[in-house]
């Protein structure tokens, strides 16, 4: 049985800032240009501190015209295995327009599940040849 993305990991992209008014604070960098994209993040505070079964440390959603683009979970530790063992105990579907990367941030000591709209992942070519 295949499984909506959204149910298990809370955030749904493309949602709009406004459902999210009350519950996360713009962080600086307050924007920045991604691919031709303005993203303006945000940390969430409100009542969601555990996706996919493990409490999360921090959670930051990144924004474009005030539509969902981005959604970074943070865990304390190396999570990886476990994560990944939750994503395929779910049998979680990813639509083509979504990227997903899990990995671990040895430095910090965090484990990062990022997803995200397709077109952050695209390099726009404008016609500059190199010589």
Not at 28 to 39: D, G, H, M, R
Not at 51 to 61: H, S, T
Not at 85 to 109: A, D, G, M, R
């Amino acid at each position: 049985m295949k499984n909506d993305l959204y149910k298990h990991l809370k955030f749904r992209l493309d949602d709009e800032h406004n459902d999210f008014e009350f519950e996360a604070i713009s962080v600086p960098t307050y924007e920045f240009i991604e691919n031709n994209l303005s993203l303006v993040p945000y940390e969430y505070f409100g009542d969601i501190n555990e996706v996919l079964g493990l409490k999360v440390k921090q959670i930051l959603l990144y924004f474009n015209a005030d539509r969902l683009m981005r959604v970074e979970l943070k865990y304390k530790e190396n999570k990886v295995e476990r994560l990944k063992n939750k994503l395929e105990e779910f049998t979680i579907t990813f639509p083509s327009s979504v990227t997903l990367k899990l990995y671990y941030h040895e430095e910090e000591n965090l484990t990062i599940l990022m997803y995200q709209k397709e077109v952050l992942n695209k390099f726009y070519d404008f016609g500059v040849t190199k010589t």
